[in-house]
């Protein structure tokens, strides 16, 4: 990138905008969309609150929702054999426009992978988000190549945020432009989605979906990031994830500007000790174990909105924040096993229903014609090990105790007979 952009090679993002005369001069200049901006949210979040009740829920391939975010250029080698290993079926790349020299090794890498399903995430930098014909120039080479590959492009991201380039959704809304035009001109077959807003900001979301541009998206992007929150369950500004979730899907549903699905492109939770690695400070690190936990909790909750076509967790290798720290050769942390089994236990499943009751989740679905449920709460309690009960941990190992410890990791627990019979916390 350009200065003042720079980017930080530890924790794959770029780095804080230091030049804040910079930042003040590019944010007045784009006044008019920043209100804009706030006065489109005015009117769209309230309304979309009062819709969302109304909005049905979707049939969610769960093939299709469990999605990994892979860097294509980190560890090639030990990332495919992880890939093998885990045997994911989707996967997210992430494509940097500034490093075009990067193409043939992104298409190897594809190619590669040619039986899964690829999202891919361009990302932008200053210069192409002012140089509209260069973009445009290395949007046309890139679908040229990638197209025959690429299930989904997702067209820009993080533009909520400064350092990465974006300082209006008008800027936004004129780069996402260039990408339509192309795919209607040249690439028809090709599907792009955005906007890539990270956090629960809807309100930079509701003026990319409400605006007078002529371009549509084939879906809507979000890093939808809890994080800062700590636990999944926790709530901001009164909305837990699956309030975020559910609030998102109504703003897709009303909008004339997508079609009604719906993908997180990016979320994870940074671990303690990793720094410079970690994205975020020390303060919102989690230990590995509450990482797995958090993960999955993310995932069940998020495929019982049955709203999101999928999650892609970010990412697979990466020593703050990723499945596999390769700092110190390969380590895989706990949170690769969760995965593993989370994958190979859900990726048919039929979801029938989400209860909660005073901090304690089931979520139950169908595994092969075999009810399965999926326990834990936010509050350490027991449930009797029945003999009509099968147990494994988040991990994959049976569990034959007598008593269940029902807490922060999830029991996946199948019910081999007796179906009907009642299941009570002790």
Known sequence: MKLPFKWDEYSDQPALLQDKLYKKTMRKKELFSLVMTYLTALFILPLSLLATPFVKRREISSKEFFSLGVDFQRNPKETQELLDELDVSSILLRYKLWESQTLPELLAFAQQNSQKKIILKVMQDREHIEDRNLLQNELRTLFKAMAPYVDIFEIGTTINRSKWGFFSVNEYN????????????EFPGIHLIGSGVIDFEFHYTSHTLFHLKKYKFNGVSSLLYVDRRGAPENTQLGFALSDKIALLSTMAWLSPKTEQRVFITETNWPLKGTAPYAPTSEYECVSEEEYANYMLRYYLLAFASQQIDSVSWHQLIAPGYGLVDNRDGIHKRPAFQTYQYMLSTM????????????????????????????????????????????VYSRNGELIEDEKLNIGASPLYIYITHAVGQKVNCL
């Open 174 to 185: 004129n780069f996402f432009a260039i990408a339509y035009d192309l795919k209607n001109s």
């Open 347 to 390: 990726k048919n499943a039929q979801f029938l229903r989400l209860d909660i009751k005073r901090g304690y989740y089931i979520l139950q679905c169908l595994i092969d014609e075999q009810l399965l449920q999926i326990h834990w709460s936010l509050q350490t309690t027991t449930l009797k090990n029945e003999d009509f009960f099968e």
